[in-house]
Structures are given as structure tokens and as C-alpha cells.
């Protein structure tokens, strides 16, 4: 599951893009909000979003404005709740995609 359509070429000792945030806002790491850098950690955040959406068959942060999803992920520190139900490799899984 991609999006090509926002992807760059990084030159061999790059370490990331900046660029705008934009993108799926429910999937912007921290750094691609505050800084606009995307960059492998912040491909694996969006990685942890997919796979906390293909999990739980909901969007993430449903029902929220893109300030209030920028709000609670940058000044606030939240992560989607893991149900409880999920295996904990999976659970762990997305707690590394989402480590800072």
C-alpha cells in the first residue's frame, strides 16, 4: 500500500526530504508536521498508522480536524489506542514505528 505520488529520490547520504507537510494527514509523523522532513522514520510512522488502520479497520484519529490531529501528535504526544485483542509482536510492531 503506496503512495508514489509523493515520493522523492534520496542521494546516497541523504538522510531526508523537506519539503510541505502533506501527504495523509492521519499518517504525518511529528517531524513531517513540525519541520516538514520526510524521511525512513517518518515512512515508518506512516508505516505504523497502515498498520493500525489495516488492524482495527478504522481510520486513524477519525472524526478529528488536520489541527487537531498536528495538536495531539506534536504538542500532546499521542499514539492511536492498541486494543488490547491484537497480538503483542504486532502491538510492538507499531510501538516502534511510532518511537520518537
Not at 508536521?33 to 498498520?51: F, I, N, R
Not at 472524526?63 to 489506542?81: D, Y
Amino acid at each position: 500500500v503506496c503512495d508514489f505520488g509523493l515520493a522523492r529520490v534520496l542521494g546516497a547520504d541523504a538522510t531526508h526530504v523537506s519539503t510541505r507537510p502533506h501527504g495523509t494527514t492521519t499518517h504525518n509523523a511529528p517531524e513531517v508536521w513540525a519541520e516538514g522532513h520526510v524521511s525512513q522514520q517518518s515512512d515508518m510512522w506512516a508505516y505504523g498508522m497502515t498498520l493500525w488502520e489495516l488492524a482495527t479497520g478504522e481510520r486513524p484519529w477519525r472524526g478529528m480536524s488536520a489541527g487537531r490531529i498536528m495538536h495531539a501528535v506534536m504538542l500532546r504526544g499521542l499514539r492511536p489506542t492498541v486494543p488490547d485483542w491484537l497480538p503483542a509482536g504486532y502491538a510492538q510492531l507499531m510501538g516502534r514505528c511510532w518511537a520518537q
